[in-house]
């Protein structure tokens, strides 16, 4: 457990000690108008200079220090680059900042790439782009660069980059499913928007296809729940308190819970909970070594490569020559746990144990074509198509998910 994570949990415990010392060390310990360059990629001062803005602690176990370890891997893949960052960029530690003025400092500072690496800095990222036309501005997620997508933006330095974790969240499913007993599994969501919706439809989409395929279980017998917690992880009084809804999950009866927050409570609460004797387990999300957080219960962790695009993207923008660009990074089925090509990868965790025969069959048929969970027929909560019968959904139906899907418990909206 990473030591932001230790400090959090104590005061959540209330405990009076003085953190202080554990939360500067683990944070850059920078005010708003600073910036911290990260250790070990620092160099001279004709170095090109990459600025990134975090929404989260860069040492979060999830999605902000997956961030944070792919764009320092990709410094040091590219000779005479030299990183700035800031992190903790939201309404919780940073009052009335924008992610807007903290890329203006970071450009003062001489940075000539800037990113930003959550969906809640899609205007911003825009606004420093049209603000600075020499400077290339990366949003991770967006669709402003899209031109085939519903909110194009035509911004020359403008570039989105995701990857296609549709497929790594089914695979999660997947192994959630195979690791169930009672059939219900709990998934711990942040805010509610497109991307959210689409993550956790194919986390239902693929544990609908396990339990019925592999465990011969029939789909009533399934009971996939989303509570959404209101944020991509918790601010006190202003969201649900994750470490709460993971709990009201494994004291419920659900013996699987899912991550789909920046966040580890639901492996920090599932090992809680094991300790106990329950006989619960859970999946990781975003980070790649997500499951040494409780070893002996984790099904599994899909995770993002941020390193092989941000080394592109860095190389590209140092040549100069970098147009504006929609990355939706594909899944490299060979190579999963390592990924070569597409960012997207899936570690199998302890917990999945002779089942993992079934995931790697699971894994296959994606692979081969012979399983697309995009194929319908599928219907929304409401009834109404996702996927008519005989079609298969297209990138935009995919991209922008309105509802959760039929046999899914939770709102959408």
Not at 1 to 27: E, H, K, N, P
Not at 242 to 249: I, R, S
Request: include cysteine; proline fraction near 5%.
């Amino acid at each position: 457990m990473t030591q932001y994570w230790l400090s959090r949990l104590l005061r959540q415990a209330g405990f009076a000690i003085a953190l202080g010392s554990i939360v500067g060390a683990c944070g850059t310990g920078n005010t708003p108008n600073q910036t911290a360059s990260s250790p070990g990629a620092t160099g001279g001062s004709g170095d090109f200079v990459v600025g990134m803005i975090l929404v989260g602690p860069r040492n979060d176990a999830g999605w902000n220090q997956a961030h944070f370890e792919g764009i320092e891997t990709a410094v040091k893949n590219v000779p005479g680059s030299k990183l700035e960052f800031v992190d903790k960029v939201n309404p919780a530690d940073r009052p009335n900042v924008k992610g807007s003025q903290v890329a203006d400092d970071l450009i003062a500072k001489g940075a000539k790439l800037v990113i930003f690496n959550s969906d809640d800095f899609k205007d911003d990222a825009l606004e420093t782009a049209k603000k600075h036309p020499s400077v290339k501005v990366i949003h991770a997620s967006g669709d402003y660069a899209w031109k085939e997508g519903q909110n194009f933006k035509s911004q020359p330095n403008l570039t989105n980059i995701m990857g296609r974790m549709e497929f790594g969240k089914m695979i999660a499913g997947c192994s959630a499913a195979l690791g169930s007993q009672t059939g219900k599994i709990g998934y711990l969501g942040p805010l509610i928007n497109d991307e959210t919706r689409r993550y956790s439809s194919a986390a239902f989409l693929g544990a609908k296809y396990c339990w019925e395929n592999y465990r011969k279980r029939p789909a009533a017998d399934l009971n996939f729940k989303v509570t959404w917690i209101g944020f991509w992880f918790n601010i006190p009084g202003k969201t649900l308190d994750p470490t709460k809804v993971a709990d009201d999950y494994y004291n419920g009866g659900f013996d699987v819970v899912m991550s789909g927050i920046d966040t580890p409570e639901a492996a920090v609460q599932g090992k809680k909970a094991a300790d106990a004797g329950k006989p619960v387990k859970f999946v990781h999300y975003d980070l790649e070594t997500g499951c040494t957080l409780a070893p002996n219960i984790c099904l599994g962790v899909p995770f993002y490569r941020w390193s092989l695009p941000y080394t592109d993207s860095v190389q590209k923008a140092r040549s100069g020559n970098y147009p504006s660009e929609f990355v939706w990074s594909g899944v490299d089925f060979q190579n999963l746990t390592s990924p070569q090509k597409g960012m997207i990868g899936f570690n199998s965790g302890q917990a999945l144990g002779e089942n993992k025969k079934f995931l790697d069959e699971f894994v296959k048929g994606m692979a081969d074509g012979s399983i697309n969970l995009y194929k319908g027929p599928i219907k929304f909560q409401d009834g109404t198509d996702f996927v008519k019968a005989g079609a298969t959904a297209t990138d935009q139906q995919i991209w922008y998910m309105p509802q959760l899907l039929a046999g899914m418990e939770g709102p959408s909206k």
